[in-house]
């Protein structure tokens, strides 16, 4: 790691995380691995995502993804978390290569909420 | 976007240049810019400025100055001395004795030495990072030909005990070299009194510049040269001598030599008030010995915190993870590992590291962004199951 690290965008998210925290009673999404740990949680009404929150233990780049995830999805349809991909914040974010293992544990975190909204909605997906 | 101010306390990493050794550099610069190999009265001006700085390094670390060969920094030296030892006395054995938590300089070197048919014993540290004399001696053999050890961590600080090991190697006749680039300039060395052999050191962690250091080899120790293309430094180093670099390094030893006492005084006191105002955290641990330690270091490790998100949510405090010499890497230090630590516990691990010119002030901010970084990262991260 040579020079400047991070960009803007992810000295911003980490130093105001404004998403961080939880969502009473809401739907959780959990993942760990490669030492990582990132829960998410979210309220639903009719199928829009309403609020959503996250904590993470994890590099500057993984908090700052978990913070962009939830500005993104906030007030999309639920629906949407299935086209949930990590390239575009990792471009966006700067995120070093060898980090997308890092990254990838969001997508799996994203996949988990999609299933708990799936379970508390009990909506079939296609 | 705006940075602030750096808060310096990475005084391990380098030394600010003393004003002194400024106006040295620039003084020589102008005024004996020559070469000193020249036979001309030009170049036994700078001879003579290089001869300066040869017995003022000579006075601090009590050795003569003839034995002082000039190189880049430590890196060289402990190259020079390790190789060139090792194979100048391949025929007294091929077996070599050094720590796990030596510096890369020296690991590398060492581990480069293995490749090519030199066995190598990697003695590990007790819990605080000191090497046990007796573990020591036991791992020595009739083959064993050097050791290395050495006298301050740069990671955590751990001063081990180079006289005991200096005795053990002086009576089976070992070679014994020491990296020192943490010690010289900062705490007392007297390279005579602790039988070695062969002392590393560079000028630019005791307030000297970048590019200049020093290989002490006692007399009569032979060294095969690393490196060919000239007769300067009796061909055991050759290349024109960087004169400006050289007096620079000798006013910072000149420097040092006044200052020692006091410098350390104070980094005893801010060191405590360091470790004070912070060892009261849930889950904060010492990494080095509670006691004994240099007090220029403190290095610290703290539970369920990541250590890439703990430096950024530091700053503008300018502190190391690992060494900096390592910092490129984000694998958990291997100094901190080799002491017992978990791969989350080193991966934590913060240096605090301060010298002449840090404040009380530095420090009590250093404790103040210390515990709201660890509170911060401590409530944004979920629980170890959700």
Redesign the interface.
């Known amino acids: 790691?040579?020079g400047e690290p991070?960009n803007?965008v992810v000295?911003e998210h980490?130093a105001h995380?404004g998403h961080?925290g939880d969502v009473p009673d809401g739907a959780?999404g959990?993942f760990e691995d490669q030492?990582l740990?990132?829960?998410l949680s979210a309220e639903v009404a009719a199928g829009v995502l309403n609020r959503l929150r996250f904590?993470?233990?994890?590099?500057?780049h993984v908090?700052a993804a978990c913070e962009e995830f939830c500005r993104r999805y906030e007030g999309r349809p639920a629906t949407d978390l299935e086209e949930f991909e990590t390239a575009r914040i990792m471009e966006d974010l700067a995120v070093p290569v060898?980090k997308t293992g890092r990254i990838l544990v969001l997508e799996d975190t994203v996949r988990s909420l999609g299933q708990a909204i799936q379970d508390l909605t009990d909506t079939p997906r296609e | 976007m705006i940075s602030p101010a750096p808060i310096y306390l990475d005084y391990a990493a380098t030394t600010p240049l003393d004003s002194r050794v400024a106006d040295r550099l620039r003084d020589v610069q102008s005024s004996a810019y020559f070469n000193p190999a020249s036979n001309h009265i030009a170049g036994r001006q700078s001879a003579r400025v290089v001869a300066e700085a040869a017995t003022s390094l000579g006075a601090l670390i009590n050795v003569d100055p003839a034995s002082i060969i000039w190189t880049s920094g430590a890196t060289e030296s402990n190259n020079l001395a390790i190789l060139g030892a090792a194979k100048q006395r391949a025929h007294c054995g091929r077996h070599l004795v050094t720590m796990r938590t030596e510096h890369k300089a020296v690991v590398d070197v060492f581990r480069a030495l293995e490749k090519t048919g030199f066995e190598v014993t990697w003695l590990s540290p007790g819990p605080e990072g000191q090497l046990d004399p007796e573990t020591f001696e036991a791992a020595l053999r009739d083959d064993t030909q050097l050791v290395s050890i050495m006298k301050i961590n740069n990671e955590t600080g751990v001063v081990q005990d180079i006289e005991a090991i200096g005795r053990i190697c002086r009576a089976r006749n070992i070679l014994f070299h020491v990296d020192a680039a943490q010690a010289v300039g900062k705490v007392p060395v007297d390279v005579s009194a602790l039988q070695v052999d062969m002392m590393s050191m560079t000028a630019h962690k005791f307030y000297g510049p970048k590019g200049i250091g020093a290989l002490c080899v006692a007399n009569g120790t032979a060294l095969e040269p690393q490196m060919f293309g000239g007769g300067q430094q009796k061909r055991m180093r050759p290349g024109t001598l960087p004169v400006d670099l050289i007096a620079g390094l000798g006013t910072a030893a000149t420097v040092a030599a006044q200052c020692i006492d006091d410098d350390l005084c104070k980094l005893v006191m801010l060191k405590d008030r360091l470790w004070s105002g912070i060892r009261g955290i849930d889950g904060v641990r010492l990494n080095g010995p509670e006691q004994g330690g240099y007090p220029g270091i403190l290095n610290v490790s703290v539970e369920d915190i990541e250590g890439e998100s703990l430096l950024l949510a530091l700053e503008p405090l300018c502190v190391a993870t690992g060494s900096a010499c390592n910092s490129q890497s984000q694998e958990p230090s291997y100094v901190l590992r080799a002491l017992g630590l978990s791969d989350q516990e080193a991966q934590s691990a913060i240096r605090f590291s301060f010298g002449r010119q840090t404040t009380v002030e530095d420090i009590d901010f250093a404790i103040s962004a210390y515990r709201s970084a660890v509170s911060k990262l401590r409530s944004l991260a979920p629980g170890i199951a959700a």
């Open positions: 790691m040579i991070y803007d000295r980490f995380p961080a959780i959990y030492g740990r990132i829960r904590r993470a233990w994890g590099c500057p908090l060898e």
